[in-house]
């Protein structure tokens, strides 16, 4: 593995110079009627005979600039643009090695509207809160869907997974021309739209469309980004199909068809596969070895791959979907957005487990085979209706339903040994579980805003009603042995009903004490949660019926949390930074009714400050700051206050604790970035600190035949501590190869207090990952992607009964792709996992390597992809999982080695005769 990294970064640092004259070109930006500096306007040289974009930066407060690169051209075209004034060019010939502009003075233009939106041929554009980037200016292979796209744009960062960040700040929702696009999943409009089509992507703070129709800022610690879709592409047909058939007998198969017109949008998308692949995909090399292979790791010292246990998904599940979206302007006042979607899924499983549990005085051992088959159907539908009755009111509706059809059958054997091998107890379970569940929910919200400086009253309305309903078949049979034997038959049908009906309301009025600058804001919310829980268990009769009433293993429940909480919150912004401070007190009424056993009914009630606020402060263009502090308070689950004994599990006896108190938890979190877009280097940094007080936890005694009882406790002293520091830098060899280099180091401190056979402890887990990765790309030549993570872990316990412990875990990851010769790509992601820490007779490392071959024909609209999963055949999820009370080895079913033959097929009517032109180079 040591030569092998050491050739990947070899490969990476000899690469040679072509005959580029390096240059640099500065200046300082002024308005010309005032004299003042402008700040954040886009500075960008282009090639004159094509008009590709070579560099490009923004400018600093004081108005200064600096562009610096590589060019064989003689001359280039200077580019600045600033919203609100007329855009200055320059032709700047190169035989100078740094040319001074001085003073440039832009003219205001008076036909620019802030209200009309400015078409810049700037690759980046800064309004206000708003980041822009222009497609054109980013380069990318032909077919590329708006995953690839957004994985070239400077700042913006896309795991395997789909997972989004700009900045250092999460994505947690994607638009397209402002619209949802097939619900909440981003991964489905990242994946399945072209880039071809879109012309803009904006990158904002994420607000509601209450918050944006009342001008207020969003959720700073989160972005949303909206794909503009161009106009001439606005109009017209498009979609993808894609097939394939592989050894093994596994398939895939997905569909997609989109039709706009304007405001108009209707998609269709299907997709099945048994494969392990959530979702939906078209063959594409990257997406189809069912998701990515993200990293994880617990404290513990275990971790998971791709969702996986060390090299695998558990379980081989077959899945089959069907999702249309639909969107439009109905008149000048109604916007409509709706999207249904249709899941199914079948999984089967097995699972082989040991267990050594660890007592204060004693171990012992658990063993247990298990089997599971899964059946799941679902369906979803959501609406949104926006409308703007007139200028100053809007009123949005959001209607929710799903239904979800499941089948369990299961099977388990487990049995427990002392430390001398000796039998204490054994039990095998069978059980069939069928579950029918149904949820509607709406949201409605009111704005009225009044005048133009802030003003705003805003009522809400949310409410969920669920119902779900169970039938469950248990067989089973428990032997305890010792100094009193006991052997539990059953056989019984429970039938089950959990009901909710929750609603959340709310009244806010803002009143601005500066305009636009500060504001008061005064609220009142109202929120009453009711669940109904009956489980009626009925054994056998002597002619075999299920006719018997079991009270013992029979519960009917009645919870009711309700809250009153009047808040008050002041808010501060301008230019350079903002802050806002929440403050709120809570008055919590709980009851649990036991229709069943009346004398466990409890009633409690709670009272409590809740506080959160928040400051975020701009260096410039290119750096800014984000902190906060948040206090909250949060109720024991139903299951942890029920105080009757639930002996659904003979070996493991639950009872509940009334007198819980509510948890309280104070959160305080910091993070940095800066990212330079002429130097390419970006800095990222997050902190955040958790500390909880009256941490509910389990308690559970272990008898002399390792029979629990458990039962549930607040402490006091819980904490997590956690953080992490990247940097990035662009190396820009030449006009055609590019080399990025990035380190990353994360780290974090946990404490909890639990408790083991009734002894109470602390544990402490320390855990460190430092990782490096490299990217080298030689444009339509060769992409290079090696990348290693080590992680160090240490668990120690402040009882001498518990032994410290640590964990060592290794990662190498190595991406390549080749496009020699045309219309050829070849792409390779080989994995390497090392866990010294796997017990004896388990895998302790790994090679992971799955491979494809795609060739483009019919003119690019088509693909044939060959691929290889797992092409050394060694995908095993065998893993040690280890804490403060037992180390376990397990291992269960995974997808295996196959070979695919797929093809892929793309079609548009979108644009002048269905033909997409686009120019640009590539942004690492």
């Given at each position: 593995?040591?030569?092998?990294?050491?050739?990947?970064?070899?490969?990476?640092?000899?690469?040679?110079?072509?005959?580029?004259?390096?240059?640099?070109?500065?200046?300082?930006?002024?308005?010309?009627?005032?004299?003042?500096?402008?700040?954040?306007?886009?500075?960008?040289?282009?090639?004159?005979?094509?008009?590709?974009?070579?560099?490009?930066?923004?400018?600093?407060?004081h108005g200064k600039f600096s562009l610096e690169d590589k060019s064989s051209d003689e001359n280039l075209n200077l580019f600045v643009s600033f919203v609100g004034y007329k855009t200055y060019t320059k032709t700047i010939n190169l035989k100078k090695k740094e040319i001074n502009l001085g003073v440039i003075k832009l003219q205001t233009d008076t036909d620019a509207l802030e209200e009309i939106v400015i078409t810049s041929r700037a690759p980046i554009?800064?309004?206000?809160?708003?980041?822009?980037?222009?497609?054109?200016?980013?380069?990318?292979?032909?077919?590329?869907?708006?995953?690839?796209?957004?994985?070239?744009?400077?700042?913006?960062?896309?795991?395997?997974?789909?997972?989004?960040?700009?900045?250092?700040?999460?994505?947690?929702?994607?638009?397209?021309?402002?619209?949802?696009?097939?619900?909440?999943?981003?991964?489905?409009?990242?994946?399945?739209?072209?880039?071809?089509?879109?012309?803009?992507?904006?990158?904002?703070?994420?607000?509601?469309?209450?918050?944006?129709?009342?001008?207020?800022?969003?959720?700073?610690?989160?972005?949303?980004?909206?794909?503009?879709?161009?106009?001439?592409?606005?109009?017209?047909?498009?979609?993808?199909?894609?097939?394939?058939?592989?050894?093994?007998?596994?398939?895939?198969?997905?569909?997609?068809?989109?039709?706009?017109?304007?405001?108009?949008?209707?998609?269709?998308?299907?997709?099945?596969?048994?494969?392990?692949?959530?979702?939906?995909?078209?063959?594409?090399?990257?997406?189809?070895?069912?998701?990515?292979?993200?990293?994880?790791?617990?404290?513990?010292?275990?971790?998971?791959?791709?969702?996986?246990?060390?090299?695998?998904?558990?379980?081989?599940?077959?899945?089959?979907?069907?999702?249309?979206?639909?969107?439009?302007?109905?008149?000048?006042?109604?916007?409509?957005?709706?999207?249904?979607?249709?899941?199914?899924?079948?999984?089967?499983?097995?699972?082989?487990?040991?267990?050594?549990?660890?007592?204060?005085?004693?171990?012992?051992?658990?063993?247990?085979?298990?089997?599971?088959?899964?059946?799941?159907?679902?369906?979803?539908?959501?609406?949104?209706?926006?409308?703007?009755?007139?200028?100053?009111?809007?009123?949005?509706?959001?209607?929710?339903?799903?239904?979800?059809?499941?089948?369990?059958?299961?099977?388990?054997?487990?049995?427990?040994?002392?430390?001398?091998?000796?039998?204490?107890?054994?039990?095998?379970?069978?059980?069939?579980?069928?579950?029918?569940?149904?949820?509607?929910?709406?949201?409605?919200?009111?704005?009225?805003?009044?005048?133009?400086?802030?003003?705003?009253?805003?009522?809400?309305?949310?409410?969920?009603?669920?119902?779900?309903?169970?039938?469950?078949?248990?067989?089973?049979?428990?032997?305890?042995?010792?100094?009193?034997?006991?052997?539990?038959?059953?056989?019984?049908?429970?039938?089950?009903?959990?009901?909710?009906?929750?609603?959340?309301?709310?009244?806010?009025?803002?009143?601005?004490?500066?305009?636009?600058?500060?504001?008061?804001?005064?609220?009142?919310?109202?929120?009453?949660?009711?669940?109904?829980?009956?489980?009626?268990?009925?054994?056998?009769?002597?002619?075999?019926?299920?006719?018997?009433?079991?009270?013992?293993?029979?519960?009917?429940?009645?919870?009711?949390?309700?809250?009153?909480?009047?808040?008050?919150?002041?808010?501060?912004?301008?230019?350079?930074?903002?802050?806002?401070?929440?403050?709120?007190?809570?008055?919590?009424?709980?009851?649990?009714?036991?229709?069943?056993?009346?004398?466990?009914?409890?009633?409690?009630?709670?009272?409590?400050?809740?506080?959160?606020?928040?400051?975020?402060?701009?260096?410039?263009?290119?750096?800014?700051?984000?902190?906060?502090?948040?206090?909250?308070?949060?109720?024991?689950?139903?299951?942890?206050?029920?105080?009757?004994?639930?002996?659904?599990?003979?070996?493991?006896?639950?009872?509940?604790?009334?007198?819980?108190?509510?948890?309280?938890?104070?959160?305080?979190?910091?993070?940095?970035?800066?990212?330079?877009?002429?130097?390419?280097?970006?800095?990222?940094?997050?902190?955040?600190?958790?500390?909880?007080?009256?941490?509910?936890?389990?308690?559970?005694?272990?008898?002399?035949?390792?029979?629990?009882?458990?039962?549930?406790?607040?402490?006091?002293?819980?904490?997590?501590?956690?953080?992490?520091?990247?940097?990035?830098?662009?190396?820009?060899?030449?006009?055609?190869?590019?080399?990025?280099?990035?380190?990353?180091?994360?780290?974090?401190?946990?404490?909890?207090?639990?408790?083991?056979?009734?002894?109470?402890?602390?544990?402490?887990?320390?855990?460190?990952?430092?990782?490096?990765?490299?990217?080298?790309?030689?444009?339509?030549?060769?992409?290079?992607?090696?990348?290693?993570?080590?992680?160090?872990?240490?668990?120690?316990?402040?009882?001498?009964?518990?032994?410290?412990?640590?964990?060592?875990?290794?990662?190498?990851?190595?991406?390549?792709?080749?496009?020699?010769?045309?219309?050829?790509?070849?792409?390779?992601?080989?994995?390497?996992?090392?866990?010294?820490?796997?017990?004896?007779?388990?895998?302790?490392?790994?090679?992971?390597?799955?491979?494809?071959?795609?060739?483009?024909?019919?003119?690019?609209?088509?693909?044939?992809?060959?691929?290889?999963?797992?092409?050394?055949?060694?995908?095993?999820?065998?893993?040690?999982?280890?804490?403060?009370?037992?180390?376990?080895?397990?291992?269960?079913?995974?997808?295996?080695?196959?070979?695919?033959?797929?093809?892929?097929?793309?079609?548009?009517?979108?644009?002048?005769?269905?033909?997409?032109?686009?120019?640009?180079?590539?942004?690492?």
């Open positions: 593995m040591r030569k092998l990294i050491f050739c990947s970064i070899l490969l990476c640092v000899t690469v040679s110079f072509s005959q580029s004259k390096a240059f640099k070109v500065s200046g300082v930006l002024i308005s010309e009627e005032e004299s003042l500096p402008l700040e954040s306007a886009t500075i960008h040289l282009e090639r004159v005979k094509d008009s590709s974009v070579v560099t490009y930066t923004i400018s600093d407060r554009t800064i309004k206000k809160d708003t980041l822009e980037f222009n497609v054109k200016s980013f380069k990318t292979k032909k077919d590329a869907n708006v995953e690839d796209l957004l994985k070239v744009l400077p700042g913006v960062e896309v795991d395997e997974e789909g997972k989004i960040t700009v900045n250092g700040k999460s994505v947690s929702q994607i638009l397209v021309n402002g619209k949802p696009f097939f619900g909440s999943d981003p991964t489905i409009t990242t994946r399945n739209l072209t880039k071809s089509i879109i012309e803009k992507v904006q990158v904002v703070d994420t607000k509601t469309k209450a918050q944006a129709f009342s001008g207020e800022r969003g959720d700073g610690e989160n972005k949303t980004i909206n794909l503009t879709v161009k106009k001439e592409n606005n109009k017209g047909v498009f979609g993808r199909a894609s097939a394939g058939g592989g050894t093994d007998e596994r398939y895939e198969f997905a569909g997609m068809i989109n039709r706009f017109d304007n405001d108009q949008r209707f998609s269709v998308l299907a997709g099945g596969n048994n494969v392990n692949s959530p979702g939906f995909s078209f063959g594409e090399i990257r997406k189809m070895f069912g998701g990515g292979n993200s990293i994880s790791f617990s404290g513990d010292g275990s971790f998971d791959v791709g969702g996986r246990s060390f090299g695998g998904g558990q379980g081989i599940t077959t899945s089959n979907n069907v999702g249309v979206n639909f969107a439009d302007k109905l008149g000048e006042q109604l916007d409509l957005g709706s999207d249904y979607f249709y899941a199914s899924s079948s999984s089967d499983n097995v699972t082989i487990t040991e267990r050594e549990n660890i007592l204060p005085d004693s171990r012992y051992f658990t063993n247990s085979d298990s089997r599971s088959y899964n059946d799941n159907d679902s369906h979803n539908a959501n609406m949104a209706f926006d409308i703007k009755v007139d200028s100053t009111l809007l009123i949005n509706i959001a209607p929710r339903f799903s239904q979800t059809k499941n089948k369990t059958v299961f099977y388990r054997d487990e049995n427990s040994k002392d430390e001398l091998g000796v039998l204490t107890n054994e039990s095998n379970t069978e059980s069939l579980v069928e579950t029918i569940g149904k949820s509607f929910s709406n949201n409605i919200e009111v704005t009225k805003r009044f005048g133009s400086k802030g003003a705003y009253l805003r009522l809400n309305i949310d409410n969920e009603i669920s119902n779900r309903e169970s039938d469950d078949f248990l067989s089973s049979k428990t032997s305890i042995y010792g100094d009193n034997p006991n052997e539990i038959i059953r056989d019984q049908f429970t039938e089950g009903t959990n009901k909710s009906n929750n609603i959340n309301t709310g009244i806010n009025y803002n009143l601005p004490i500066i305009a636009k600058e500060l504001f008061l804001n005064l609220g009142y919310r109202y929120s009453r949660n009711k669940q109904e829980d009956k489980q009626s268990t009925l054994d056998k009769d002597d002619n075999g019926a299920y006719t018997v009433f079991n009270s013992d293993l029979s519960t009917d429940f009645e919870y009711i949390n309700e809250i009153l909480r009047p808040e008050l919150s002041i808010r501060y912004r301008n230019k350079k930074w903002s802050a806002r401070f929440r403050t709120s007190y809570l008055f919590r009424n709980l009851e649990n009714k036991d229709v069943l056993r009346p004398e466990f009914s409890i009633k409690q009630k709670f009272e409590a400050k809740e506080l959160s606020s928040n400051f975020d402060y701009r260096f410039s263009p290119k750096s800014s700051m984000y902190m906060g502090y948040n206090l909250s308070n949060n109720p024991p689950q139903l299951r942890q206050l029920q105080a009757f004994q639930n002996v659904s599990d003979p070996l493991n006896t639950i009872i509940g604790n009334p007198n819980l108190k509510p948890i309280t938890n104070h959160r305080v979190h910091l993070n940095y970035h800066a990212f330079d877009f002429q130097k390419g280097t970006g800095i990222y940094s997050y902190f955040s600190a958790n500390f909880t007080n009256n941490q509910v936890v389990s308690n559970t005694i272990v008898d002399e035949n390792f029979v629990r009882k458990t039962t549930y406790t607040n402490v006091n002293g819980n904490y997590t501590i956690n953080g992490n520091l990247s940097f990035r830098k662009r190396f820009k060899l030449d006009s055609l190869r590019t080399l990025r280099c990035g380190v990353g180091f994360g780290g974090n401190k946990n404490r909890s207090i639990n408790y083991n056979n009734g002894v109470q402890y602390a544990g402490n887990v320390t855990s460190i990952s430092p990782r490096v990765n490299v990217t080298f790309l030689w444009k339509d030549v060769v992409e290079f992607r090696p990348q290693y993570q080590v992680n160090f872990t240490k668990n120690t316990y402040d009882i001498d009964s518990f032994e410290d412990r640590e964990f060592l875990y290794h990662s190498f990851r190595l991406g390549t792709a080749t496009f020699l010769p045309k219309h050829l790509e070849w792409r390779n992601d080989i994995q390497y996992d090392y866990n010294p820490n796997i017990a004896d007779g388990f895998q302790k490392s790994s090679w992971f390597w799955n491979a494809a071959l795609a060739y483009s024909l019919m003119k690019d609209k088509a693909t044939v992809t060959l691929k290889a999963y797992d092409l050394l055949n060694q995908n095993t999820n065998a893993r040690r999982t280890a804490n403060q009370n037992f180390i376990q080895d397990s291992q269960s079913t995974v997808l295996q080695r196959y070979f695919m033959l797929n093809f892929s097929w793309k079609f548009n009517s979108l644009g002048k005769k269905g033909e997409i032109r686009e120019r640009g180079f590539h942004v690492f």
